[in-house]
């Protein structure tokens, strides 16, 4: 399944509380469920205003559908092509 990573502009993000982060996190899980298996987060990471996650979904408008019925946004969308790490730099 393809994996996306998903760019959302929340004022302020790394200022948010364990308690907003966990509401925004139920949000978002309880609108995965109802959409089904075939939309699943992977994990997110917040980083000034910004917070990225990473998921995988068949195309790009489920993640946009997801989105719109939590309430947050979706600012870009990329499908990720390739992942590298330091192994990749081994022969």
């Not at 302020?12 to 308690?19: H, I, M, T, V």
């Not at 068949?58 to 989105?67: F, T």
Request: net charge negative; charged share 25%.
């Amino acid at each position: 399944m393809p994996k996306y990573l998903i760019e959302r502009e929340i004022e302020n993000a790394d200022k948010l509380s364990a308690e907003e982060l966990q509401s925004i996190s139920a949000k978002s899980v309880e609108v995965l469920r109802g959409m089904g298996p075939e939309i699943q987060w992977v994990q997110s990471y917040v980083a000034g205003s910004k917070i990225y996650c990473v998921y995988l979904s068949p195309d790009e408008n489920m993640i946009k559908k997801h989105a719109q019925e939590g309430g947050f946004p979706a600012n870009k969308i990329s499908i990720i092509s390739t992942i590298i790490d330091p192994t990749t730099a081994e022969t």
